[in-house]
C-alpha cells in the first residue's frame, strides 16, 4: 500500500485518543522509517515525522 490512515476518537480530541495517536505515529515512524503525518483535528495540530533514509 501507499497510503494508511487510522484514526482515534474520544469526546473532544483529549485524552486516550492524543495518546494513541501519538504513540502509533512514533512507533510507525522509529520502526519502519516511514514519513507519518500526525493530525489532532479538534486542537488543530499537525506533526510530521519525515521518511528516514536507508538504515545500514
Known amino acids: 500500500f501507499t497510503s494508511l ?3 482515534f476518537g474520544c469526546t473532544g480530541g483529549q485524552h486516550r485518543s492524543v495518546y494513541s495517536a501519538q504513540h502509533l ?4 515512524h522509529e520502526k519502519f522509517g ?3 503525518q500526525l493530525v ?3 486542537q488543530q ?3 510530521c ?3 528516514i ?4
Open 5 to 7: 490512515m487510522f484514526s
Open 25 to 28: 505515529a512514533e512507533h510507525l
Open 34 to 36: 516511514v514519513e507519518v
Open 40 to 42: 489532532h483535528r479538534e
Open 45 to 47: 495540530i499537525a506533526t
Open 49 to 51: 515525522f519525515p521518511a
Open 53 to 56: 533514509a536507508c538504515r545500514g
